[in-house]
C-alpha cells in the first residue's frame, strides 16, 4: 500500500523511539552516581562499603526472583500480540507470571529474613552493622517483581517509557529519602529501610500500566488458578539463573574482597569504581530493551538476515556511544572518584583500566547474549554463564589475597570477556546470526589515532587529565558528527 512504510522500517522506527525513550531513562539512571556521591559527603565511605555489600542482596534477589519473569512478560505477551491473542488470555499468562515471581520473591526474603545474621557474622564480620536493615532488603524483592514484571508487559506493547520512569524514579527517591534520613541522624539502616519504601512507592505507580494493558479480573485468575505455567517457567527460570549468574560475575569481587577482609572504605572506592564502569553497559541496555519485541517477531517468521542486519546496527550505535564516555572515565578516573570522596583520589586506582576494558567489549559486542535470550535460547546463555561463573570464582580466589583491588579487576574483566565471546559463537552456530565485525569496529581504527592526537595535545594541561580527555571527546563528537552527515548526505543521494 503507497504511503505505508515496509516492516523493515517500522521496526527501525520503533527501535529507534524505543532507544530514545530509554535514553530518558538513562538520564535518570544517571542519577545514581549522584545518590552515590550524595551518600558519599552525607555518610561516608565506611558506611558506603557497608551499603555496597548490603545491596548486592537486592541484585542477586531481584534478579532470581525477576529478571526471567519480566523477560517472560516480554517474550510471551509479544507472541500474543503479534498473533492476535484477546486481552484476556494475556493478562492470565500476566498472571502466571505474577504468580511465580512473587513466590520466589517471599521465599527469598524469608530466607533473608532468617539467615542474614548467621552469614554475616561467619563470612563478613567487619560488616555486621548491615545485619539490621538486611530483612527490609529482603522484603523489598516482593513490590520489586511486580514492577519489574509491569515494565516487561508495557515494553510488549512497545511502550518503553514506563521501564524508563521506573528507571528513573528510583534513585530520584532514594537521593530524597537519603537527604532526609541524615537530617534525622539515621543511619545505615536507615538507609536500606529506604529502599524498601521506594520499591513499594514505585509499585504504586506501576498500577497504571498495569490497569491500561491488563484486565484485574483475569491477572487474578491467573494467579489463582491452574494451569500453573510451565512453558514459563522453562523459558523464566534458565533466563532468570543465567542473568544472575551473570550478575554473580560483576558481584563476586565485591563479595571476595569483603571475605578476604578489605577494609570497608577500600571496599567503597572499588565498588564505587565499579559502578562508574557499569553505567558505561547501560547505553547497551538501553538498545537491548529497545530491540527485545523486534528480535522475538524476526525470529518467529525465520528473517535470520535482518536479525544479523539489527545486530551489527545497534553494536555500532552502542560501541559509537559508549567509547568517549570509557576513555573519560579511563583519563579523568581520579578527579572523577574524587567527586565522590576527596579521599578516594589520594588512593591508587589503576584497576579502573581493565574495567574500561570490559565494558567497551560488552557494548561493542554484548547484544549476543540479548539475541540468544529473545530467540529462546536462555539455556544457552545459562550453561555459558555458569561455565564463566567457575572461572571467575576460581580467579578471584587466587588473584585477590595477591593483588588485592586489582585482581578483583583481572578476575571480574577476564571473565566477562570469556562471556561475550562464548555467546557470540553460540547465536552463529546455533541461529545463523553473525555480527559484522568489521562494520562495528571499522571507524574507530582512524578514531584511535585521532584520539591518541588529540590527548597528546592535551600537554598543557599535564596535571588535569580530566580536562585532557574532554578534549579528545569533543574532537571524536565533531569527527562523528560529521561522518554521520556526509554518510546521511550519501544515502539521501542514492536513486530509488
Known amino acids: 500500500m503507497a504511503g505505508v512504510p515496509a516492516e523493515p522500517e517500522r521496526h527501525d522506527a520503533a527501535l529507534r523511539r524505543g532507544a530514545l525513550v530509554n535514553a530518558i531513562g538513562l538520564v535518570g539512571k544517571l542519577l545514581y552516581p549522584v545518590l552515590i556521591v550524595v551518600l558519599t559527603r552525607l555518610f561516608g565511605a565506611e558506611t558506603m562499603g557497608r551499603y555496597f555489600l548490603a545491596m548486592t542482596v537486592v541484585e542477586v534477589g531481584g534478579s532470581i526472583a525477576s529478571t526471567g519473569w519480566a523477560d517472560a512478560a516480554t517474550l510471551f505477551v509479544s507472541r500474543g500480540v503479534a498473533q492476535g491473542d484477546a486481552g484476556s488470555a494475556i493478562s492470565r499468562t500476566t498472571g502466571r507470571i505474577l504468580r511465580q515471581s512473587v513466590a520466589l520473591a517471599v521465599g527469598l526474603a524469608l530466607l533473608v529474613q532468617l539467615g542474614a545474621a548467621p552469614v554475616v557474622g561467619a563470612f563478613f564480620p567487619l560488616y555486621a552493622d548491615m545485619v539490621p536493615g538486611l530483612p527490609w532488603l529482603g522484603w523489598a524483592l516482593v513490590p520489586f517483581v511486580f514492577v519489574e514484571a509491569m515494565s516487561g508487559v508495557a515494553k510488549a506493547h512497545f511502550a518503553m517509557g514506563w521501564g524508563a520512569l521506573f528507571a528513573g524514579l528510583r534513585p530520584l527517591l532514594l537521593l530524597v529519602f537519603a ?15 529506604s529502599f524498601f519504601a521506594t520499591t513499594c512507592l514505585l509499585a504504586l505507580v506501576a498500577l497504571r500500566p498495569f490497569g491500561h494493558y491488563l484486565v484485574a479480573g483475569d491477572v487474578a485468575a491467573g494467579f489463582a488458578r491452574p494451569p500453573f505455567g510451565w512453558d514459563i517457567v522453562r523459558f523464566a527460570v534458565p533466563q532468570s539463573l543465567n ?24 571496599l567503597a572506592l572499588y565498588s564505587t ?17 529497545a530491540l527485545a ?18 545486530l551489527t546496527r545497534t553494536s555500532r550505535r552502542a560501541l559509537v556511544l559508549t567509547a568517549p564516555l570509557a576513555f573519560v572515565v579511563f583519563v579523568g578516573q581520579r578527579d572523577l572518584l574524587g567527586i565522590f570522596d576527596p579521599g578516594y583520589a589520594t588512593m591508587d586506582s589503576s584497576f579502573i ?21 529473545f530467540t529462546g535460547r536462555s539455556q544457552v546463555n545459562l550453561a555459558n554463564s555458569l561455565l564463566v561463573g567457575v572461572s571467575n570464582t576460581v580467579l578471584n580466589a587466587l588473584l585477590i589475597p595477591r593483588f588485592a583491588l586489582a585482581g578483583a579487576a583481572a578476575a571480574t574483566a577476564t571473565s566477562a570477556v ?7 559463537v553460540q547465536l552463529a552456530r546455533l541461529e545463523g546470526v553473525r555480527m559484522d565485525l568489521a562494520k562495528v569496529g571499522r571507524p574507530w581504527l582512524g578514531w584511535i589515532a585521532l584520539g591518541c592526537s588529540l590527548f597528546a595535545l592535551g600537554a598543557p594541561w599535564p596535571d588535569r587529565p580530566l580536562l585532557r580527555g574532554l578534549v579528545v571527546v569533543a574532537g571524536l563528537e565533531a569527527g562523528g558528527a560529521v561522518a554521520w552527515s556526509r554518510q546521511i548526505a550519501a544515502r539521501r543521494s542514492e536513486p530509488g
Open 293 to 310: 519485541p523486534i528480535v522475538v517477531r524476526h525470529h518467529a517468521r525465520g528473517e535470520r538476515g535482518e536479525l544479523a542486519r539489527q
Open 243 to 266: 542473568h544472575t549468574v551473570s550478575l554473580y560475575l560483576a558481584r563476586l569481587d565485591v563479595v571476595f574482597l569483603a571475605a578476604f577482609g578489605t577494609p570497608p572504605a577500600a
Open 179 to 193: 537527604v532526609a534520613i541524615h537530617e534525622a541522624g539515621g543511619g545505615l539502616t536507615a538507609l536500606l529501610m
Open 353 to 373: 583500566g581493565v574495567l574500561v576494558l570490559a565494558a567497551l567489549t560488552a557494548a561493542g559486542a554484548g547484544l549476543a547474549g540479548n539475541f540468544l535470550a
Open 418 to 424: 570469556l562471556l561475550v565471546l562464548l555467546q557470540n
Open 273 to 289: 569504581a565499579a559502578q562508574l564502569t557499569e553505567n558505561l553497559k547501560q547505553v547497551r541496555i538501553v538498545f537491548s530493551t
